[in-house]
C-alpha cells in the first residue's frame, strides 16, 4: 500500500493533532507496512526499545512487510546489531554502526543518572577509577550478569554493597548485552561484555547532538525542545537547537508550541485513514514526546498497560494485549480495549489481533483471540 505523502507545509503553519498523528505514524511505517530490511527500519527508527527481549521483534512486526524474525535475530546474533543502554538510561536495540555514536551521545546522561541512585551512595568515599577498571577487565575476561559480576567484585570491595559495584560498572562502562538474550524464541541471563569486546569499539567518538536531533526529527516528525528531551533523556538541548535553527523548519501545534523540524520531513494528510496497528510493551512511539496526544488522544497511556502491549485504533490509542500461554493451556490473545468498539473497528482489531497471535504462535491451532467489549 502507498501512502500519498505531502510536501513540508510552509513554515509558522499551526499543525493540529490529527496531522501530526498521521505524520509520525507515517515516519514511524505505522501507517502502511515498508517493504524494507531490519537494518534500513533500525537505523531510521534511530533504536528500539529492548527491555523486553521481545519487543523490537513486535516493533519490526508492525512496521514491515514482509518481516521475518530471524532476520533480526540473526543481526544480533552475529553482531550486526546490538543492544545496550541508550535514551532515557535504558536498554535499546541499534545497528552496531550507531552503538557507539549513540552511546557517545547518552554517556554523560547515564552517568548522571548513577550519580543520583542509590548505587552512588552506597558506594561514598569507594575509588570508582579502580572500581570501573577492574570491572572492565573482567566482562571483557567473559560477559559476566550482575549477579557474576557483584561477587566477583565483592571479593576485592567486601565492605561495600555488590550489587551496588555491579551496576556501577553496569552504568560507567559502555556494555552491550550479548546473545542468547535477545534471541527469536531464545532467552538467556542479561550478561554483558563492553563495546570494545563485542564490537571492536576502541573508544566512544565525539558526541554529535545535532546529528541525533535531526535523526530524531526525521523518524518522529515536529517536536517541541520538550519532546526531543523526554525522548532522549538530555538536557540542555535547547542551545543545541537555536544553533540548528537556520537549518531546521519551524511550525506551532494548536496549544502554541514551537515545533521543529527537518527541512525535507514528510507530512501526511491528517484525513488519512489509519490502520489498526498493534505494539509491543515499550514502544518509542508512546514515549517520544512531552505531549502524547499526538498519539494517544485524549486518553493516557500509564502504568496501568505496563506488561500489556498496545494497539491503535483510527491511529490512536485504543486499548491494550496480552498473550497468556502455559504449558496446560492453549495460548489465547486477550485484547482489552479502552471503550466499546463500533462493528467495522472491531472486525479490524479482530484480524490484526489474529495475524499478531499466527505470528507469536505460528504452529499452534489452538491458539485463540479473546476481544473483551470494553477495557
Known sequence: MTIPLLPPPEEG????????????????????????????????????????????????????????????????????????TLMRGTLH????????????????????????????????????????????????????????????????????????????????????????RGLWNRSGAARVTTLRTWLGVAQLPSPDLPGLVRRYLRAFGPASVA?????SGLTGLRPVVERMRPSL???????????VDVPDGVFADGS??????????????????????????????????ARKGVFLVDGFFGGAWR???????PASLAVLPMATLDEEPRERVEAEAARLLSFLRPEDPTASVHLARSG
Open 93 to 180: 536495540l541499534v545497528l552496531a554502526s550507531d552503538a557507539a555514536p549513540l552511546r557517545a551521545v547518552m554517556q554523560g546522561e547515564v552517568t548522571r543518572m548513577f550519580r543520583a541512585s542509590p548505587f552512588r551512595r552506597h558506594l561514598d568515599g569507594a575509588d570508582l577509577d579502580a572500581l570501573v577498571a577492574r570491572g572492565t577487565a573482567l566482562v571483557e575476561e567473559e560477559p559476566r550478569s550482575v549477579a557474576e559480576l557483584a561477587r566477583v567484585l565483592a571479593e576485592q570491595w567486601p565492605d561495600r554493597d555488590p550489587d551496588s559495584l555491579a551496576y556501577a560498572v553496569r552504568y560507567l562502562v559502555p556494555v552491550v548485552q550479548v546473545p542468547p
Open 13 to 84: 503553519t499551526v499543525l493540529d493533532r490529527r496531522t501530526l498523528n498521521r505524520t509520525l505514524l507515517a515516519r514511524q511505517h505505522l501507517l502502511a507496512r515498508a517493504p524494507i530490511p531490519p537494518p534500513d527500519a533500525i537505523e531510521h527508527l534511530v533504536a528500539l526499545q529492548a527491555q523486553n527481549p521481545r519487543d523490537p521483534y513486535l516493533a519490526l512486526w508492525s512496521r514491515l512487510e514482509p518481516f521475518d524474525p530471524m532476520a533480526l535475530s540473526r543481526l544480533v546474533e552475529e553482531r550486526w546489531a546490538a543492544r545496550l
Open 249 to 259: 523548519r519551524t511550525y506551532r501545534d494548536e496549544e502554541g508550541r514551537e515545533l
Open 227 to 231: 519532546d526531543i528531551r523526554v525522548w
Open 272 to 305: 488519512l485513514d489509519a490502520p489498526v496497528r498493534f505494539l509491543p510493551e515499550f514502544d518509542n512511539v508512546f514515549l517520544s514526546h512531552a505531549d502524547r496526544s499526538r498519539i494517544t488522544g485524549d486518553d493516557r497511556w500509564d502504568a496501568r498497560y
Open 323 to 329: 498473550l497468556a500461554a502455559s504449558r496446560r493451556e
